[in-house]
C-alpha cells in the first residue's frame, strides 16, 4: 500500500515536466491612484489614474524522473483511512510574465529547487482508494537560478511569484493530487 501510494503521487507530479504541463496561472489586478486634499474641511477624493497588473506564471518540474525524490515520512491505517505525510525535492523550471501597462512589460525564466510537503488521507475499500483529501500542501524554492543575468534583480519579485502560485492554486493543486490517489485500484 506504502509503495502504491508513492507511485501515484509520484505519477502526478511526473505529469508536469515542461512548459507545456506546466501548472499555470493567470492573474489580473486592477488598481487606481487617487488625488486626495483636503478643501475647507472637506475631503475630495479624485482618480487621476487606473490600471490593470497581468500576471502569468508557468511552474514545472523539471526532468523528475532524475531529480524528483519523494520520501513518505507518516503512514498510518486508522479507521479504515491511510493517513499520510510525505516530502518531495525537485528541481524545477519556471516563468513569470508581467505587465504595467505604459510603464513596464516583461519576463523571466529559470529553475530553483523546490521542496513540496503534502499531507492527507484517504479512504480504503471497494478495490481501491477513494474519498482523498490532501490536507496540507506546500511548497519552498531555494537556489534560484535565471536563464539571464538581466532578471537576476527581479529575484524577490519572481520569488513572490512562485509561492504565490502555489497559494492561489493551492486548491486545485490539491484537487489534482486527490484526484489520482481516487484512480488507484486493487
Same mark, same amino acid.
Given at each position: 500500500?506504502?509503495?502504491?501510494?508513492?507511485?501515484?503521487? !509520484?505519477?502526478?507530479?511526473?505529469?508536469?515536466?515542461?512548459?507545456?504541463?506546466?501548472?499555470?496561472?493567470?492573474?489580473?489586478?486592477?488598481?487606481?491612484?487617487? *488625488?486626495?486634499?483636503?478643501? @475647507?474641511?472637506?475631503?475630495?477624493?479624485?482618480? +487621476? =489614474?487606473?490600471?490593470?497588473?497581468?500576471?502569468?506564471?508557468? *511552474?514545472?518540474?523539471?526532468?523528475?524522473?532524475?531529480?524528483?525524490?519523494?520520501?513518505?515520512?507518516? *503512514?498510518?491505517?486508522?479507521?479504515?483511512?491511510?493517513? @499520510? =505525510?510525505?516530502?518531495?525535492?525537485?528541481?524545477?523550471?519556471?516563468?513569470?510574465?508581467?505587465?504595467?501597462? /505604459?510603464? !513596464?512589460?516583461?519576463?523571466?525564466?529559470?529553475?530553483?529547487? +523546490?521542496?513540496?510537503?503534502?499531507?492527507?488521507?484517504?479512504?480504503?475499500?471497494?478495490?481501491?482508494?477513494?474519498?482523498?483529501?490532501?490536507?496540507?500542501?506546500?511548497?519552498?524554492?531555494?537556489?534560484?537560478? @535565471?536563464?539571464?543575468?538581466? =532578471?537576476?534583480?527581479?529575484?524577490?519579485?519572481?520569488?513572490?511569484?512562485?509561492?504565490?502560485?502555489? /497559494?492561489? /492554486?493551492?486548491?486545485?493543486?490539491?484537487?489534482?493530487?486527490?484526484?489520482?490517489?481516487?484512480?488507484?485500484? @486493487?
Amino acid at each position: 500500500m506504502r509503495k502504491l501510494l508513492e507511485r501515484v503521487i !509520484v505519477g502526478e507530479l511526473n505529469e508536469h515536466h515542461s512548459q507545456d504541463t506546466a501548472w499555470y496561472n493567470e492573474k489580473r489586478k486592477d488598481k487606481q491612484k487617487l *488625488f486626495q486634499m483636503n478643501l @475647507f474641511g472637506r475631503e475630495i477624493d479624485k482618480k +487621476v =489614474a487606473s490600471w490593470t497588473e497581468e500576471s502569468k506564471t508557468w *511552474f514545472w518540474l523539471d526532468n523528475p524522473k532524475e531529480t524528483l525524490s519523494l520520501e513518505l515520512t507518516r *503512514f498510518a491505517i486508522q479507521d479504515g483511512r491511510v493517513e @499520510f =505525510a510525505l516530502a518531495a525535492r525537485a528541481n524545477a523550471g519556471f516563468r513569470v510574465w508581467g505587465r504595467i501597462p /505604459r510603464l !513596464v512589460q516583461g519576463n523571466a525564466s529559470g529553475t530553483a529547487w +523546490v521542496k513540496l510537503a503534502i499531507e492527507g488521507s484517504t479512504a480504503v475499500g471497494g478495490g481501491g482508494l477513494t474519498d482523498s483529501r490532501i490536507t496540507k500542501l506546500d511548497g519552498k524554492l531555494r537556489d534560484l537560478q @535565471f536563464n539571464n543575468d538581466l =532578471a537576476s534583480p527581479l529575484e524577490k519579485l519572481v520569488t513572490d511569484a512562485l509561492n504565490d502560485q502555489v /497559494r492561489d /492554486r493551492n486548491r486545485k493543486l490539491r484537487r489534482s493530487v486527490e484526484k489520482a490517489i481516487d484512480k488507484v485500484r @486493487f
